[in-house]
T-cell receptor, first 113, second 113 residues
């Protein structure tokens, strides 16, 4: 089944404790991205990657890092999480070229205390 | 900067009604527009994708239209059912290969039995 998976689905952590949210897709998509969703602000892009070893900032990159060492994986790293990073996070992927739609993962709900 | 607005923010209808959800965007230079459904605490499910050269797309009881020049899209849901209750999001993609989706804040639909 074609899908985007994220882990963990739920995470409660404390300020300053490094964490990684994993994202994996099995559709051989070149383009992957991370969004966060907050009430009143909608979905905003954090980082995106157009292919292996190619990443760039989205609208709200501060406090986040990403890496793209393999085509299927695009982890989101919070080196020193803060309470304002409490949010619902979505990973997404699509083909880099062409008309294709974007597929989203199930989301990771992160709470930073 | 692209802005996407969805009206109404919330809508409650009795089962069986036909309804229209609206999406407007400020920059008409889009590559495509995608409608998503989001259930509470869940990820985004793609419903319809309309390319900038298309006027409408249909899938089952759903029909999405696009008027690129006026910056508007509508999602028509025929014979609504309680299972259609969800938040509906529209998102536009600019005319660049690496570009992100810009989302509206969604319309929360409740279909009452």
């Amino acid at each position: 089944e074609a899908q985007v998976t994220q882990n963990p689905r739920y995470l409660i952590t404390v300020t300053g404790k490094k964490l990684t949210v994993t994202c994996s897709q099995n559709m051989n998509h070149e383009y992957m991205s991370w969004y966060r969703q907050d009430p009143g602000l909608g979905l905003r892009q954090i980082y995106y990657s157009m292919n292996v070893e190619v990443t760039d900032k989205g609208d709200v990159p501060e406090g986040y890092k990403v890496s793209r060492k393999e085509k299927r994986n695009f982890p989101l790293i919070l080196e020193s999480p803060s309470p304002n990073q409490t949010s619902l996070y979505f990973c997404a992927s699509r083909k880099q070229r062409g008309w294709d739609e974007q597929f989203f993962g199930p989301g990771t709900r992160l709470t930073v205390l | 900067k692209q802005e996407v607005t969805q009206i109404p923010a919330a809508l409650s209808v009795p089962e069986g009604e036909n309804l229209v959800l609206n999406c407007s965007f400020t920059d008409s230079a889009i590559y495509n527009l995608q409608w998503f459904r989001q259930d509470p605490g869940k990820g985004l499910t793609s419903l319809l994708l309309i390319q900038s050269s298309q006027r409408e797309q249909t899938s089952g009881r759903l029909n999405a239209s696009l008027d690129k020049s006026s910056g508007r899209s509508t999602l028509y849901i025929a014979a609504s059912q309680p299972g259609d209750s969800a938040t509906y999001l529209c998102a536009v993609r600019k005319e660049t290969s690496g570009s992100r989706l810009t989302f509206g804040e969604g319309t929360q639909l409740t279909v009452n039995p």
